[in-house]
């Protein structure tokens, strides 16, 4: 593991918005999350099935955390989080966390966006909410599962200081006026991985061709912000975790939304049915 020097990270945070810790996580570990999340990256989370819920181009692996103790450990590993807590002069936890496949789409486009904000499930109206927070301070960290060509995440240098001016959430009307400082993280290997103050504006940059990209998401959140998602662990995992681990995972906090995306039952008939047709196609063959 590289090692780093957490206030030159800060700074650099501090001064372009995002720093690079890539070499932070080994490859041996990248590839032991690899192979655990596999099978379930494959098939429709669904009636006891463990696997994906599929959100316009994306599958999201559901239970994220519980797949393996390798997992919990990247999100909580220890240079990150004294990064994060000396980045938002606070303690941190995990407020929002994935793991995601994101295929080429003509259709589907992420909007340059910020993050500083409350996320909140409305129970009434069946849909997340959210609410900017100009004083919400704190990192996402995101980290390539797979070999990044195009797709990558894309992030407006410097605009961290002048975001929080802005009354939106959404900034595609204002790309032509920061077109000149956007940084893209493409053609990255596996292990890529990227901090950055979750007040740069950013976004994943569309592509309609290629490969799939897999990545690992997680925002680390001031404690004075909402606990956030629900955060669901595997027994298998629980002896051994740190006082400093427990806290980053909320333990003993009730959570203040659900786990996104919830998916849409079209979308999972959609593949049901796709899978169900590729049984009568074959059926033959398995007699
Ligand atoms: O996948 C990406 O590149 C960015 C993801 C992101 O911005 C988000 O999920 O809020
Ligand atoms: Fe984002």
């Avoid at 501090?14 to 720093?19: H, I, M, R, T, V």
């Avoid at 966006?113 to 960290?141: A, R, S, W």
């Avoid at 290629?210 to 001031?222: A, H, K, Y």
Wanted: aromatic share 12%; glycine share 6%; charged share 25%.
């Amino acid at each position: 593991m590289k090692s780093f020097d957490i206030d030159e990270l800060k700074s650099t945070i501090e001064k372009d918005g995002f720093a690079d810790l890539t070499g932070l996580i080994t490859s041996n570990c990248i590839k032991e999350i690899n192979s655990k999340i596999e099978k379930a990256m494959n098939q429709p989370h669904c009636n006891g099935a463990r696997g994906y819920i599929k959100q316009g181009c994306q599958r999201y692996l559901a239970d994220t955390l519980t797949y393996g103790k390798e997992i919990i450990d990247v999100y909580t590993n220890e240079t990150l989080i004294e990064l994060a807590e000396k980045y938002s002069s606070d303690k941190v936890h995990l407020s929002n966390y994935r793991i995601y496949s994101t295929y080429p789409s003509e259709d589907f486009k992420m909007w340059w966006h910020l993050d500083n904000k409350i996320d909140t499930y409305d129970f009434e109206n069946n849909c997340f909410v959210q609410e900017v927070v100009p004083d919400d301070k704190g990192l996402i960290f995101l980290m390539y599962l797979s070999d990044v060509e195009d797709g990558g995440v894309q992030l407006v240098k410097g605009s961290h200081k002048w975001s929080r001016n802005h009354d939106c959430e959404g900034f595609d009307h204002m790309e032509n006026d920061f077109h000149k400082e956007i940084v893209t993280f493409n053609n990255r290997p596996k292990g890529t991985f990227i901090a950055y103050d979750y007040a740069t504006i950013h976004r994943a940059k569309p592509y309609n061709g290629g490969q799939v990209r897999t990545s690992m998401f997680g925002q680390l959140s001031p404690s004075r912000m909402p606990v956030g998602e629900p955060i669901l662990l595997n027994t298998r995992d629980l002896n051994g975790l740190t006082k400093k681990q427990k806290q980053v995972l909320n333990f003993g906090q009730e959570p203040s939304t659900l786990n996104w995306p919830i998916g849409e039952i079209n979308e999972l008939c959609s593949s049901q049915k796709q899978k169900f047709d590729l049984k009568e196609k074959f059926k033959n063959l398995f007699r």
